[in-house]
């Protein structure tokens, strides 16, 4: 029996999402389908032969559930189904993860009731938050003999734990099963903590989760996959709404993910899915794509040919497996590939910032046409090569560069205002703070002048109250104080004059608002700190003023994590045993923000208008996770042994939750050749993604002035003889 589903391999850039595109249109627009397509128009059906019924739907109703990798790709994918049919047909894509959360939460009330659980709206989870109330919630076991055994600090023992139970539910392993999966993966390692323990500290967690109606990815993915999966009511639902599933690089998916496939394949659905032998971004982190691979023996096998002919993946991908492979062969590269070599590291970022900046001048390349890309970046390298870049007006594309929140002034100095203004936070703010507070609360935002490139340029700031002025006021007019720290009027300083009229009447402006907020706080006509929050926004940043996108995503995050946070806390109010003061929440809020738990994404994820003219800058797992592609590669630190991780750290006990190896143990000998395996998928992968030019941009000694002799160290001496010095 022929099946009608479709499974679709091929290499990077082989063509894949294109290929899933035109089967979404041949599912929806049948009379428009593509010539080569496995089906036939119903005029030339045998008599009898079932016709998808999904393939005559209502536009408003396509019944296709349609998934992508990550958020990214989620994106990219549904705008381009909806260009190729016109906008006709609505399209929900979706990741898995965020499918399953709005499943489980559309279908609560069947959890309720087979589960037992109290009849409560749910309430996810940030992963950050869920760290501090796991932390709070074990702290009690986590004794100072518990973290010398595990190695690590407290912080780090919790999010490693935490990070089980979402494997265990990415797996399809049930949480009351953790400890046998450990037990048996682990053995004799006396090194690691009891695997009965772990456990126990897990089914805690979640049970004190489910009782408040607190969802976490992984409990969200455990609910999921484990009870309303297997609910015959959802199932019924389930099938009645999707006829059809389109999955994009299923390679990069949770093993669970196939359960839900097959359900859907078991009541008649059809799939295309896009799978690639090269992918596997997100092994180590949650995705096992060899049980992935097991739904093509369901479907028919299309597999599209290698990357486009102008990629340098079919010239260079073997000779550079094999030198790296066989470090004794006598190979050398040929001349599309370059070195920059250098002693020292900070050589190494100048001179590959200044052959960037030189190329880009010379108009060999555009910038856009340019990505760096890097086994791991510190801010050391980061802000050298944009700084570099930026002098020769070069803009720079971070990649998913997460900072924490509370390295913007403006968000230090909202949360300074919050501790002028609520009670009993006053050994929260010091003197240092106080004068930032003022620097940044009487800004003004001055119009572009002569700026043909609006898009690109950043409203430039200046201050009524200037930081010598500000730290001035500081030192003569805060006063610290534990419970009511408090600013005094400007004329307590005996030469307030030298203040000046213009930041005299800001800090005025400042002292009047911040004494109006305390009155109203006291008379408690503030409902929440978040609304206090938004008030300063208003009246001291925003003002009608058009802010630079870092300054707006950075205050966007701080409102939704302030949103989540008393959210949280409203929901935990509800059991008296849990019960905090605000005074506390506000504490534990700051807190959270000053240790950089927070980040916000400085830069738009995608460009209003045209494309943004800059050099991208990313990890290798951002860049092969984005998908991107750039004519010049410069692969920074090419000697450095984290090559061989892919640039993301493994999660602790991944290997023991993949399906076809679940519990076995892992060795040295597994390591060395996942190693070996991930490195070459990211030599394909890397080499698919560049047209014309590769750097390999290599310094002897790394930051820590030790030797680097990583796995790409003999690509570096085979290109030696065409170096950039």
């Known amino acids: 029996m022929v099946s009608h589903s479709v499974w679709i391999v091929g290499t990077s ?166 400890a046998q999966i450990l037990a048996r993966g682990l053995g004799d390692n006396t090194t690691t903590l009891e695997p009965e323990f772990l456990a126990s500290l897990l089914l805690d967690w979640r049970n004190w989760c489910l009782e408040r109606g607190l969802l976490s990815y992984g409990i969200i993915t455990e609910l999921y996959t484990q009870y309303l999966l297997s609910d015959r009511n959802y199932q019924q639902h389930l099938t009645k709404r999707y006829q059809a599933v389109l999955a994009d690089d299923v390679d990069d998916y949770p093993s669970v993910a196939r359960l839900l496939f097959e359900l859907l394949l078991d009541q008649g659905a059809v799939g295309a899915f896009s799978y690639n032998p090269d992918g596997a971004v997100r092994l180590g982190l949650g995705a096992d794509p060899n049980y992935l691979e097991g739904l093509a023996e369901r479907c028919r096998v299309e597999i599209l040919t290698g990357p486009p002919s102008e990629s340098l993946g079919e010239k260079l991908t073997k ?85 924490p929140l509370v390295s913007s002034p403006v968000i230090r100095a909202l949360l300074t205002m919050l501790a002028l203004v609520y009670p009993g936070l006053g050994r929260l703010v010091d003197r240092d703070a106080v004068a930032e507070m003022l620097v940044v609360l009487s800004r003004k935002q001055q119009p572009l002048e002569n700026s043909s490139r609006l898009t690109d340029a950043i409203n430039p700031v200046s201050s009524d109250i200037d930081p010598v002025r500000a730290g001035l006021i500081a030192d003569y007019c805060f006063v610290p104080h534990p419970d009511r720290p408090n600013l005094l009027p ?136 984005s998908r991107r592609s750039h004519r010049w590669h410069f692969w920074l630190d090419a000697g450095s042994p984290l090559w061989a991780k892919g640039g993301a750290a493994t999660l602790f006990g991944a290997p023991f939750f993949l399906r076809d190896r679940l519990g076995e143990p892992w060795t040295a000998e597994d390591e060395k050749l996942a190693e070996e395996q991930r490195l070459r998928r990211i030599l394909t992968d890397l080499l698919s993604r560049v047209s014309e030019r590769v750097y390999l941009c290599h310094s002897d000694l790394a930051v820590n002035g030790q030797e680097q002799l990583g796995p790409l160290l003999p690509l570096v001496n085979a290109c030696v003889t065409h170096s950039v010095i």
């Open 490 to 625: 400007v004329s307590t300083f005996e030469r307030w004059d030298r203040i000046g009229y213009a930041a005299t009447t800001a800090y005025n402006e400042i002292l009047q608002w911040l004494e109006q907020q305390r009155s109203q706080q006291e008379l408690r006509l503030i409902p929440s700190p978040i609304s206090l929050l938004d008030r300063a926004i208003q009246r001291f940043l925003w003002n009608g003023s058009n802010l630079p996108y870092e300054q707006l995503a950075a205050l966007r995050e701080l409102l939704e994590t302030a949103q989540h946070y008393w959210e949280i806390d409203t929901r935990l109010r509800q059991i008296p045993s849990d019960e905090t003061t605000p005074h506390t929440t506000i504490i534990e809020f700051i807190q959270l923000l000053r240790r950089g738990t927070i980040t916000a994404n400085p830069y738009p994820v995608r460009p209003i208008g045209g494309a943004r003219r800059a050099v991208t800058l990313a990890t290798i797992f951002q860049y092969r996770s």
């Open 13 to 178: 850039r082989s063509g894949k999402t294109a290929r899933l595109v035109e089967q979404f249109c041949s599912w929806v627009q049948p009379e428009k389908q593509h010539p080569e397509s496995f089906y036939t128009k119903k005029s030339t059906q045998k008599k009898g032969a079932r016709i998808p019924e999904f393939l005559y739907l209502k536009q408003t109703e396509p019944g296709v559930l349609v998934l992508a990798a990550n958020d990214d790709n989620r994106r990219e994918l549904g705008d381009r189904i909806v260009t190729s049919t016109l906008g006709k047909y609505p399209v929900r894509a979706k990741t898995p993860l965020g499918f399953f959360q709005d499943e489980v939460i559309l279908f609560w009330p069947l959890l309720i009731n087979s589960l037992s659980l109290k009849a409560q709206f749910p309430v996810r989870l940030r992963p950050e938050t869920e760290q501090e109330l796991a932390t709070k919630l074990w702290r009690p076991q986590l004794d100072e003999e518990i973290l010398r055994i595990a190695g690590v600090n407290e912080s780090r023992l919790v999010r490693r734990i935490l990070d089980l139970l979402q494997l265990a539910a990415y797996s399809g392993v049930h949480c009351e099963d953790i």
């Open 319 to 403: 000779q550079m497996v094999k030198l790296v492979t066989e470090p004794m062969a006598l190979l050398s590269l040929p001349k599309m590939v370059h070195s920059i070599q250098t002693t020292s590291r900070a050589q190494l970022l100048r001179q590959t910032a200044e052959v960037i900046a030189n190329t880009i001048q010379s108009q060999q390349v555009q910038a856009e046409q340019v990505a760096i890309i890097a086994p791991g970046l510190d801010a050391i390298a980061r802000y050298t090569l944009v700084e570099i870049l930026i002098k020769q007006n070069i803009l720079v594309e971070s990649l998913n560069d997460q900072r």
